[in-house]
């Protein structure tokens, strides 16, 4: 908890520091050595808060955790912050992510030129949200909770506002700023629910008892509250329109950051607001929790996961794929929270136990592959100054460091077994396959047809992920931006050997990954009694499975290895002729006959086009001797510009409509004033 | 001799017998069709010739290209491991294995599909294009199928051999799977369990690349898939390739065989089981002598109607 603390008196010490310089460089013109050093010092203390905080984070799952109560000045809630071990859990990322991001954002903003950007303020707002999800996680007062809330979901509109000369960017915080606080309305929602019905402030499970007997109603409508506040922050669908904009737009550590970290905190709150309205003192566990709402969230998660690969697949640009591939990973986590709780209400220890731990898992290892793949997108943009990857190709050989570093994360997130994306998907996948000894048919067959839909999930990602490599970085340049990107040195991309030994650890340790998720899950959602027997096998067989995997795929690699070294020993004799690529008879190859995004992703865009929601303009030539032709495919969100769009146009008209009131008369207002008066003392003096 | 040595032995000789699967194939076409055709051996005196050769690369390619085959066939061999070998039970048997086994062969495809991009040409864009839409199609199939094993074999540990609910869980694995105890179930009145064999046997079409999903002997018709992804690879790593795909066909028919042959004593079975997987690859040959090639847009039906048996045989299971 020291450590905890320590890091919270770093990040805001030093956001202080560097709010006066934003402050001094708005005012004073900003010159390169100070800009430089204000860059060194955000970063530095960025950093050093992050790892002050990940030994508090790790010495909290280690030790247990603690609880402070520090002085507040505020008439309603306390200033509580309590370090448990779901909090520390979801530290982990924070500031583990946090860490590498300020390092890795550091390096990148050397370059900048002063007076294009007040760094002061970037890395102000960078500490900002630091500070605000690392409150977040570990408030355990509900008044206290919302500001952190708001700290975090406000200070990333700064950070993504950070080319602010491109009206797309601006575009795209302010779609992040309107989700934000809708999404924050639920939330406030929610909680005055919760303190009118307990009446109390504090999140433990104590002060929620009354809950217990609130009435299946209003459980349901604190837990629809929760899900749309908290998943609208996780990006689950339709609320995820904000996350593919706000990503791409995103300075590429900040992307990495947010969509890393901060969208976990939804999942966060989800888990918690889960635990304190299932909880009971008597029971102290989940209890009579209705059974629709672990179904919704299943295919809540199942619906959310396919519409962010699908949508992913129709991207053109890498970081909107990165971020709709967020979305279907968020989907992943809650299909296991949805997994966990029809486990607990049909009674299956097995599920319960492996879907909660499974949703758990993910979250860290999404963290992993996920920073890991934006930071290295970062790196593509900084280099070749683009990311349409119709527009790059063969960067592998320009980049080979940041190559090999997508490589690995874009293999962690297509589940392939030997690290981490496989074993958090193998645990969920097999906390559905017990879906055939849960009571009933219908219950059997949905959660068993989920397992499939989780295997289609993941067998679109690894299309959208070879798509995304392979286009990007293998074959020859599609244009200049690629042919002439700049060599990206060793010093440029150090830090992120971080997630990457994160995307190994977390195949070749799963066993003990799992066992820190399982405990963890365990005690944030403690399983009903009848349940802790099975739930305990199910850990240790899990295990010793994840134990079998990590070994097995292990050895594959290490058989791959072999492989290629004998391939090595029998090339010695006649050595490898290099020559062009085979043009199949067509001498004059270009660049442009390869396959593009676009291209690779047609056979099932041609499947799934109403789900990718794929737009065509143009047509294949025609004629014998046919003009120019022009073609293109994109694939806007539909939920954004048929949906949302409308409704918020709808919005704003009824506000115009209200502007007749507001006119600028003063007399007008007065006479307005004098009507609520008169209107109020006839209301009080009725008999 | 004890089980680890058994599965050792059969295993090796699966490892060695692999290779003559495509043979008994080509065989069986070439009969068909009247004509005498390639020797038996023919895919053994390939690979020796490529073992024995340089190799031409492109000029675009880098590290990817040159690492594929090797992951591509690591991952074929692990998978193949972890498969009992004549009713043996695999020492590496584990609860949830067939998902190892489904993701390795993902992890093969993943390699080969990136050396194909590697090379920059648009015939190997467009094979691999065409793998990642068809293997991504063909993976709830797959899933359902073994699905609909799995549950069975909850039942039968619980029901009969009277396990406890953890060990039942046990059964999750390949070995408890396709040991023969499955064939005796659909023997005994279970005939909805036939529908899983079917779904494998079109799921080894699908993913070996034979017809009707795909022709494995024409390489530049613009209908490839596998062939055209690995043109541009030749020497040992073409070397790799063939013997990858081999062993992936061998992994498959092993899958039909486990469902079809009945628990026998050991030597038995294993015969029975090797007789069963050249059998499959008659029925393989036979098939494509017999069909032409499904238009590509029509190979997305084909395997919706597997997923759809697949997912008729879990709703019959369950529903009893």
């Given at each position: 908890m020291d450590c905890y603390l320590a890091s919270l008196c770093v990040f805001v010490a030093s956001a202080l520091v560097l709010g006066a310089a934003a402050v001094a460089a708005s005012i004073r013109p900003p010159r390169p050595r100070r800009s430089r050093r204000v860059n060194a010092l955000g970063a530095g203390c960025a950093a050093l808060g992050c790892a002050v905080g990940f030994a508090g984070a790790v010495g909290a799952l280690i030790n247990g955790g603690a609880t402070v109560e520090l002085l507040w000045g505020l008439p309603v809630g306390h200033l509580v912050l309590r370090l448990d071990a779901l909090s520390a859990f979801f530290l982990l990322p924070v500031f583990g992510l946090g860490f590498v991001c300020a390092l890795s954002g550091g390096i990148a903003l050397?370059?900048?030129?002063?007076?294009?950007?007040?760094l002061a303020a970037h890395w102000f707002f960078f500490l900002l949200l630091l500070t605000g999800m690392a409150c977040v996680m570990c408030a355990a007062d509900a008044i206290f909770f919302l500001l952190a809330w708001e700290i975090m979901s406000l200070a990333p509109f700064f950070l993504i506002d950070f080319n602010d000369g491109d009206s797309k960017v601006r575009d795209a915080s302010w779609v992040y700023l309107v989700a934000a606080h809708l999404g924050a309305v639920f939330l406030i929602a929610f909680f005055v629910l919760l303190w009118q019905v307990t009446g109390s402030t504090a999140l433990t499970l104590a002060a929620c008892a009354p809950l217990s007997d609130a009435g299946a109603g209003t459980l349901s409508v604190l837990f629809v509250l929760a899900v749309v506040g908290f998943g609208a922050k996780a990006g689950i669908a339709p609320l995820h329109v904000w996350l593919p904009e706000a990503h791409p737009a995103a300075p590429s550590h900040v992307s990495a950051l947010l969509s890393g970290a901060m969208i976990n905190a939804g999942l966060y709150g989800l888990i918690r607001a889960l635990a304190l309205l299932g909880g009971s003192p008597s029971a102290g566990v989940l209890g009579e929790l209705p059974e629709w709402w672990g179904w919704f969230l299943l295919l809540l998660g199942l619906a959310t996961a396919l519409l962010g690969i699908l949508k992913a697949l129709g991207q053109g640009n890498l970081k909107r794929l990165l971020a709709y591939s967020s979305v279907e990973n968020m989907g992943l986590m809650f299909m296991g929270v949805g997994a966990g709780l029809v486990g607990v209400s049909a009674g299956d220890g097995w599920t319960a136990a492996l879907g909660f731990a499974g949703a758990l898992l993910h979250m860290l290892n999404h963290a992993g592959f996920k920073g890991l793949l934006f930071l290295c997108a970062g790196e593509v943009l900084h280099a070749a100054g683009t990311v349409r990857m119709e527009l790059l190709g063969g960067l592998q050989r320009r980049l080979p460091l940041v190559g090999a570093a997508f490589a690995l994360g874009a293999a962690a997130i297509a589940c392939l077994p030997p690290l981490s994306g496989f074993t958090s998907e193998f645990v969920l996948a097999m906390s559905l396959l017990d879906g055939a000894s849960l009571p009933g048919v219908e219950r059997q067959l949905v959660l068993l047809f989920t397992l499939a839909g989780l295997a289609l999930v993941s067998g679109l990602a690894a299309a959208v992920y070879v798509r995304a490599y392979g286009i990007t970085f293998l074959g020859e340049p599609r244009t200049g931006f690629a042919a002439n990107a700049h060599a990206v040195g060793w010093r440029g991309v150090w830090p992120l050997i971080i997630p990457a030994a994160a995307c190994v650890a977390g195949g070749l340790l799963a066993p003990y990954f799992f066992d820190l998720a399982a405990g963890t899950a365990a005690s944030a959602i403690p399983l009903p009694q009848g349940l802790t027997g099975s739930a305990t096998g199910a850990d240790v067989q899990m295990r010793r499975s994840l134990a079998i995997v990590a070994m097995v795929s292990g050895g594959g690699v290490a058989l791959a290895f072999l492989l290629f070294a004998a391939r090595g020993l029998l090339l010695r004799r006649h050595g490898v002729l290099r020559e062009n690529t085979w043009g199949c008879g067509y001498?004059?190859?270009?660049?442009?006959i390869q396959y593009t995004a676009a291209s690779f992703a047609e056979p099932l865009a041609r499947l799934f086009a109403p789900g990718m929601g794929l737009l065509k303009r143009g047509g294949a030539p025609e004629g014998i001797f046919p003009e120019r032709a022009v073609f293109s495919t994109s694939a806007p969100d539909r939920l954004r510009t048929h949906v949302f769009a409308p409704l918020f146009e709808l919005v704003e008209r009824a506000c115009n409509a209200c502007k007749i009131l507001q006119h600028g008369k003063i007399h007008l207002y007065i006479l307005y004033i004098l009507a609520t008066v008169v209107g109020l003392l006839v209301w009080g003096l009725r008999p | 001799m004890n089980a680890p040595a058994c599965f050792l032995v059969q295993l090796g000789l699966a490892l060695v017998l692999a290779p003559l699967l495509p043979g008994v194939i080509n065989r069986v076409k070439a009969k068909v069709a009247g004509r005498r055709g390639k020797p038996l051996l023919q895919t053994y005196y390939d690979l020796a010739k490529l073992l024995g050769k340089g190799e031409v690369v492109s000029r675009t390619t880098t590290w990817t290209f040159a690492a594929g085959p090797g992951v591509s066939l690591a991952a074929a061999l692990c998978a193949l491991a972890l498969l009992p070998m004549g009713g043996v039970t695999s020492p590496l048997a584990f609860g949830g294995d067939f998902l190892l086994a489904a993701y390795l062969l993902g992890m093969g495809r993943f390699a080969t599909m990136l050396a194909a991009l590697d090379t920059g040409s648009s015939f190997e864009g467009m094979g691999a294009s065409r793998e990642a839409a068809f293997s991504a199609l063909g993976e709830p199939a797959l899933f359902l199928a073994f699905l609909t094993l799995t549950s069975l074999s909850l039942d039968l540990g619980r029901g009969e051999a009277g396990l406890s609910v953890v060990d039942a869980r046990a059964a999750f694995s390949l070995s408890a799977l396709f040991n023969g105890d499955m064939a005796a179930f659909w023997q005994s009145?279970?005939?909805?369990?036939?529908l899983a064999p079917a779904v494998f046997f079109a799921l080894l079409l699908a993913e070996n690349c034979r017809i009707p999903v795909d022709d494995p002997t024409t390489h530049l018709e613009l209908t490839m898939i596998h062939e055209v992804m690995v043109l541009d690879h030749s020497g040992p790593n073409l070397a790799m390739i063939v013997y990858g795909a081999a062993l992936k066909l061998w992994f498959f028919a092993a899958l039909v065989a486990g469902l079809l042959v009945p628990p026998l004593p050991l030597w038995q079975h294993a015969a029975l089981s090797l007789a069963a997987i050249f059998g499959i690859g008659c029925c393989v040959g036979l098939v494509e002598s017999g069909m032409a090639r499904l238009k590509l847009t029509r190979v997305p039906h084909f395997l919706g109607v597997a997923a759809a048996l697949a997912a008729l045989a879990l709703i019959l299971t369950q529903a009893r």
């Open positions: 050397r370059s900048v030129r002063p007076g294009e950007h007040n001498q004059a190859s270009s660049a442009r | 009145g279970r005939p909805e369990l036939l």
